[in-house]
């Protein structure tokens, strides 16, 4: 049994609480909302963020950051990746050396252009730091449907622990070095899925959302080698399974903000009638500065930033991408 802190206690924050609680692990769920501990306490359940799933009543709920994280043989870190930085700040002066972190937040920091376990180990550096992903809707495994991710970590040890904590006949862990990789599939596949949303939004059909998925996972692809993430990656658990699912879904909160924009909501008003923080929209900004420095074009996450940002009607956007310039599908295959 190892005695582990969870840090968030949203919906992914807490599905993976009650998982680990019932691997037979000691769990601490801490929120910092005073509110939310409260309801947690009492309720055993959050309404709002996971409902019907109930939490048992020897799992410790808190919002004191070191109750949560003393002593503890690994953290989670689950909090929305806007508030990763901040939350990692805070947790810098308790963290252990050598504590375990593994970072479950998707997502790329819009100032610095940051991956979430890059802010981690900027604000936490005697930590080691990893990160988990893969196509996982809290909804699901917070009821114990069987479910399949990927660790990423430095080192082979460290994803191998963490491999064992998770690990469950309703929870499949693979490990990879690719941490640079899983990041990116993570981050960006939420910017792709609103770009989803939006055609489901605009009453396009399946055509158009396997076109979006296809060459979503392309431009995907496309800026995380170049960021020196590796192929297979992209083609694996964090890369297409993570982007079919959130594209296809409507668990997912991207997806359905999309749904709202594509219909005429702007995107804020869309974030509020989804009540949770769409990091695609955080991402989607952050991801054409990437495009920037690595020297990549990348047509969807363009589009979908125009739509979001600039007052770009989401049928002209679309209209926009189907008359491209003409291009080979791969570039890499030659003729005969």
């Given at each position: ?8 206690a949203g ?18 769920l ?9 309801l947690?306490?009492t309720?055993?359940?959050n ?18 950051l070191?109750q ?6 690994m ?7 806007p ?10 002066e ?12 998707k997502g790329i ?5 940051l991956?979430m ?5 900027e604000e936490?550096p005697?930590a080691?730091?990893a ?7 809290a ?18 040890k ?7 904590l998770?690990?469950s ?5 693979y490990?990879s070095?690719?941490?640079?990789g899983?990041e990116l599939g993570a ?17 396009y059909?399946?055509?158009?959302k396997?076109?979006l998925?296809t ?7 496309r800026l995380?080698i170049?960021m020196?993430?590796k192929m ?14 959130t594209c296809?879904s409507?668990?997912s909160?991207n997806r359905?903000a999309?749904?709202?924009i594509?219909k ?8 509020k009638?989804v009540?949770?923080?769409?990091e ?9 500065g ?5 020297h990549?074009?990348?047509?969807i996450?363009?589009?979908v ?10 049928d002209e ?12 599908e ?5 003729w005969?």
């Amino acid at each position: 049994m190892a005695s582990i802190g969870v840090i968030g206690a949203g919906s992914w924050g807490t599905a993976l609480a009650l998982l680990l609680h019932n691997n037979g692990h000691e769990v601490t769920l801490w929120s910092i909302l005073e509110d939310e501990v409260e309801l947690l306490l009492t309720k055993r359940e959050n309404p709002d963020k996971l409902p019907g799933v109930k939490l048992p009543e020897d799992m410790a709920v808190t919002s004191d950051l070191k109750q949560a994280m003393s002593g503890k043989d690994m953290l989670v870190l689950a909090v929305p990746s806007p508030f990763v930085r901040s939350t990692a700040h805070s947790m810098r002066e308790v963290a252990a050396e050598g504590q375990i972190i593994v970072n479950v937040s998707k997502g790329i920091e819009e100032a610095t252009l940051l991956t979430m376990s890059q802010v981690i180990k900027e604000e936490i550096p005697q930590a080691q730091v990893a990160v988990m992903s893969g196509p996982s809707h809290a909804e699901e495994v917070g009821k114990g449907l069987p479910t399949t991710i990927v660790v990423g970590a430095d080192n082979r040890k460290t994803a191998e622990y963490i491999q064992g904590l998770f690990m469950s006949e309703v929870f499949r862990v693979y490990t990879s070095p690719d941490v640079t990789g899983i990041e990116l599939g993570a981050a960006l596949k939420n910017v792709v899925a609103l770009a989803a949303g939006i055609a489901d939004g605009l009453g396009y059909g399946d055509n158009t959302k396997a076109a979006l998925i296809t060459r979503g996972i392309a431009e995907i692809a496309r800026l995380g080698i170049a960021m020196g993430g590796k192929m297979e990656t992209f083609g694996g658990l964090s890369g297409i399974g993570d982007l079919i699912v959130t594209c296809a879904s409507m668990h997912s909160r991207n997806r359905r903000a999309g749904i709202l924009i594509g219909k005429g909501y702007g995107y804020e008003e869309a974030m509020k009638e989804v009540k949770m923080v769409v990091e695609g929209v955080y991402s989607a900004r952050a991801a054409l500065g990437l495009a920037e420095k690595y020297h990549v074009t990348l047509p969807i996450i363009e589009q979908v930033n125009e739509v979001l940002f600039h007052g770009k009607r989401a049928d002209e956007a679309v209209k926009d991408l189907m008359l491209r310039d003409k291009k080979l599908e791969n570039s890499d295959m030659p003729w005969e």
